[in-house]
């Protein structure tokens, strides 16, 4: 089982940037998939990034390519979610989460979560 904390979130105007961060600890989590998924309220969990694990790659949600960037520190352990060009519709709860299903973007396929970070971007 792989422990996740995020940090990272907070206030900032559109068009602004943030970077959240995903620490694990427990089993290194090389072998893992790592996602980031948010959810704003009153709507369901969506999928935003992933890297997989392997080495095989990253893959991003088309509302949030060419903004967003997600990036794996394996020395610690550690996935970035380099946030650029914010607008408004970013505004949520943002969790990180690991899955042994290196192809998966589904949330049900993702057994371990951190307890999410507020972002919140004001036009």
């Known amino acids: 089982q792989v422990q996740l904390v995020e940090s990272g979130g907070g206030l900032v105007q559109a068009g602004g940037s943030l970077r959240l961060s995903c620490a694990a600890s427990?089993?290194?989590?090389?072998?893992?998939?790592v996602g980031w998924f948010r959810q704003a309220p009153g709507k369901e969990r969506e999928f935003v990034a992933v890297s997989r694990g392997g080495g095989l790659g990253t893959y991003y949600v088309d509302s949030v390519k060419g903004r967003f960037t997600i990036t794996r520190d394996s020395a610690e352990n550690t996935v970035y979610l380099q946030m650029n060009s914010l607008k408004p519709e970013d505004t949520a709860v943002y969790y990180c989460?690991?899955?042994?299903?290196?192809?998966?973007?589904?949330?049900?396929?993702?057994?371990?979560w951190g307890q999410g970070t507020q972002v919140t971007v004001s036009s």
């Open positions: 427990g089993r290194t989590f090389s072998t893992y998939s």
């Open positions: 989460a690991a899955s042994s299903n290196y192809y998966s973007a589904r949330a049900r396929d993702f057994g371990s």
